[in-house]
Structures are given as C-alpha cells and as structure tokens.
C-alpha cells in the first residue's frame, strides 16, 4: 500500500516523522505499524527531547499525544509550529475531550485529531497524506521564494536606474509608493508637512532615527528607522493627525494596538509599540525588506495558480491565528501583503483598522472599497467573514490581474455590483470565489482557512502534475 515512488515513479524524499507519546507500549505499537513507510521515524517518550528534536531536525509530520505529565501535548504542538511552520501535526487523544482539543486547535494549529484507539489502516493513509501535504507546503513555498528572487532582481534594477538617472540630472519621481484607484488620500499639503518633519537624519522620541521614506497614504507616513537602543532596523508608521486628534479614536488605537501587539505569528509583522512624541503618535513595527503584492501584480500581471493558493494558504493560516484571539484586520488589500526576499509572505497593518471607521474628515482614509464587504460600507459590524470576504478580492485578483470591481467605482455602486465571472477558469474554482464574497455574510465561508481548503480542492485540477 505504501509505496517510496511518488506518482511519476521517481523515488520520494525521505522525510523525518516524530511520534511523541509517554506511553512505551504505545510507541512501540506506533513503531510497528510505521515501519512500512519509506521514511524516518523519530519516536520519544520525552515532549523535552522532541522539542530540543525539533530545534535540530526538520520534522515533516509530527503525531504527538495530548495527555503528557511533563508537558502536555498541546504545548509541544504550538512550539513546534512557531519552530517549523509547514510542520503537518496530529495530535493523539486517549478520550474524546472537547475542550481540550479546542485549545489544541487554537495553539497548535493541529491538521487531524486522532482518537485511540485508532484503526491501523486508516492512521497509515492519514501519514501519507500529511506528506504529500507536507511536500505541497515546501513546493508551494519554494515558488514563492522564486517569485520574490524576481522582484528583489527588478526592484534592484529599477533602483540602479532611478540612481543614474538622478546622477544625470534628470527628474525621478519619489519612491513613495503606488496609491491604489478609489483609495482616498490626505490632502497633498498635509502629507508634505508631515514628511518635512521627519527628514532622514531626524529622530522620532529621542530613540528612533529616520532612515529613508518607504511609503505614504492617507492614514500616514511608513519610513525605515533605527532603533538606536537595540540597534535594529524597524518601521516607523507615523500616523496621520486627522487620525489622532480626537480622543476616542486614540482610546481604540490604544485598545487596538494593545491587542494587535500579542500576536506573534511568522506571517503577520509585529507591532512592537505604540508611542507618541510632540503630540504625533507613531507605531513602530517589524521592519521586513521586500515589496507588496501590489508591486508583484503591477510586474507580473496575473499570477500562476500555485502561487494564488499558496498565498490564500498563508494569508488564512495567519487570518485564523488573529482571529482566534479576538483580531480583525479589516483592510486587507494586495498593499498590505508584504513579500520578503527570501520569499516569506506577511501581512502588515494588524491593529491599524479601529480607525477605518472613524467619521473624522473628508480627508480622511475610509478604506479600498473594492476590496471592503456590504457590512463594512454600510459601516455595520463586522467579523471574521468581513476578512474572509476581502481574501477572496484579493484571490480573485491574484487570478486575473484585475479587481473584481472597477477600482473608480464608489462604495455604493459597487454594493450594487455583482463581481464578473473570471474566464476560462473552472466552475468550481468560481463557486468557491463567488461564495467567498457573497453579499450577506451567513452564505460566505464561516472562517478564512475554511475558504482556503475549498479553494484549493476547487483549484486542484489546475496544478501542474
């Protein structure tokens, strides 16, 4: 039944599969009926030993016990994802206990759940297919690191241009990035003055010195700053003062920010601190070098499949992370989905959102409505599908190098809209995309990784052999 050649008859690699259970008699068990695999298998009795395993060897599946008296299953589970995040888990449990497996759900971000006793048969099929889970996950990445070798290769060549042509005399517009169609923007003069404040070679409270401006819009300015106290390179969003100058705006910053900061996830950038200095507030964050899927589509038009859904994959993967503890993004556009270069995906401007809805001024960001759902236009509450909605925008962009709306439409009329059919891909690609963004939120997919696992189903029969 197991067989060491995947589907073309060539010989697989050989992936390490560590089984953690205190029980011996279990692991022994275990042992026997693995032994078919054509793999490594790393069994231990110890959760320490795995973990100090998992820190030296990279593990493709790991099958781990809930109940341990060290420490307990769930716990290993989540270090091992923040360790290895492709890492396929399966977590074992000798009673069906609910709220337990729950909480594994929650932090371990386990992909099977695994009743004892089990049947033998039915444990090996799950094994391999959390390998060739496992090795969708590394192909999928490794197109993404190839994507971002291209543009860090274009981006390199249009900076070389931009500096001879500088050094030439000749006129090169600032490097302040692209603002989206239908995206409103703080009145010109307000953003020069904001930007003449903090020059490089300025400070920013004494402890972070302006490097260079990477981007600006209408909630405010992003530069690259030194944290001259840990001597780090960090992005600095300098918001704007239409945000700030009201006092219930800055009780949801902070409220917001609060929260935003506890998350720590491999694919979401870190807010590292609100502050305020001279009366300007300011965020700082993890500095990530790379460009923006906007920059990616504007260079590639449309994207091949396989990098849409892995995008989707990763994009879900950290959306359900944020929502589970209580995190919404609510501005998700191809702007906010960095790539690094060394190809690792990240969503920027968790905890930012609180203001969207903020009736401050006409000059003020109210968000991309082609991107936004009915809920969030008509200003009702969101949840989680508010975000569900949006990923599915920006899937069905990455699919067709065009938003599902005209980017000129106003909010109002695109709520009138139905997003036009994509061409030439299958019905079934099309069902998942058009449940995602249904206008009422109780017929879209209940969660983001909900919709990811359909579209990748769907989309299945348009990857390459």
């Given at each position: 039944?197991?067989?060491g050649?995947d ?16 029980d011996?008699?279990v ?17 231990t009795?110890?959760?320490?030993q ?5 820190k ?11 109940a ?20 396929v ?18 932090d371990?971000g ?18 391999e ?17 190839d ?16 500096a001879?042509?500088r ?28 930007r ?32 001259q ?10 918001l ?36 305020i ?5 300011f965020?700082?964050?993890e ?22 859904l892995?995008v ?26 960095m790539?690094?270069e ?6 920027i ?8 809805g ?8 109210a ?7 009915p809920?969030?236009i ?7 599908r ?23 439409a106003?909010a109002q ?20 995309l ?12 209940a ?7 359909a579209?990748?189903q ?8």
């Amino acid at each position: 039944m197991v067989s060491g050649l995947d589907q073309l008859g060539k010989p697989r690699r050989r992936h390490n599969i560590l089984v953690v259970d205190d029980d011996e008699v279990v692991l022994d068990v275990l042992k026997r009926l693995f032994s078919c695999l054509p793999h490594n298998l790393i069994l231990t009795s110890s959760p320490l030993q795995a973990l100090e395993t998992i820190k030296t060897t990279e593990v493709a599946v790991l099958l781990c016990d809930m109940a341990m008296p060290q420490i307990s299953g769930n716990e290993v589970l989540a270090k091992a994802k923040k360790a290895q995040p492709n890492v396929v888990s399966i977590l074992l449990s000798g009673k069906a206990d609910r709220d337990a497996t729950i909480r594994a759900i929650n932090d371990g971000g386990i992909w099977k759940f695994v009743l004892k006793p089990w049947d033998s048969e039915e444990l090996l099929r799950m094994m391999e297919e959390a390998i060739d889970r496992y090795e969708k996950i590394c192909s999928q990445e490794q197109k993404l690191e190839d994507l971002a070798k291209h543009m860090t290769a274009v981006v390199r060549k249009k900076t070389e241009l931009s500096a001879r042509k500088r050094g030439s005399g000749i006129k090169v517009r600032a490097a302040g990035g692209r603002v989206p169609a239908g995206r409103v923007v703080l009145q010109k003069r307000r953003t020069r003055r904001i930007r003449r404040k903090n020059q490089p070679g300025s400070s920013l409270g004494k402890r972070y010195k302006i490097l260079e401006l990477i981007d600006e819009g209408g909630m405010g300015t992003i530069y690259k700053a030194r944290d001259q106290l840990l001597g780090i390179p960090v992005a600095v969003k300098v918001l704007a003062p239409s945000y700030t100058r009201k006092k219930e705006n800055v009780r949801a910053l902070k409220a917001e920010a609060r929260i935003a900061m506890q998350l720590s996830h491999r694919h979401i950038v870190r807010l590292h601190n609100l502050q305020i200095s001279r009366h300007t507030y300011f965020l700082v964050m993890e500095y990530v070098s790379g460009c923006t899927f906007r920059q990616v589509l504007l260079q590639n038009d449309r994207l091949p499949v396989n990098i849409a859904l892995q995008v989707a994959r990763i994009c879900a993967d950290a959306l359900d992370y944020a929502h589970r503890h209580g995190v919404l993004h609510r501005d998700l556009k191809p702007e906010n989905l960095m790539l690094t270069e060394d190809g690792v995906l990240k969503i920027i401007d968790f905890g930012l959102a609180c203001l969207m809805g903020s009736d401050n001024s006409q000059d003020v960001v109210a968000g991309t409505p082609i991107y936004m759902s009915p809920e969030q236009i008509q200003g009702e509450p969101m949840d989680q599908r508010t975000d569900v909605y949006s990923l599915g925008a920006i899937a069905y962009e990455l699919l067709t190098g065009t938003p599902p709306f005209p980017p000129t439409a106003t909010a109002q009329e695109i709520l009138r809209m139905i997003p036009p059919e994509l061409p030439d891909i299958p019905s079934a690609v099309r069902e998942v995309l058009t449940k995602c963004m249904a206008a009422e939120r109780e017929t879209r997919w209940a969660s983001a990784g909900s919709f990811a696992q359909a579209f990748s189903q769907a989309a299945a029969e348009l990857l390459p052999a």
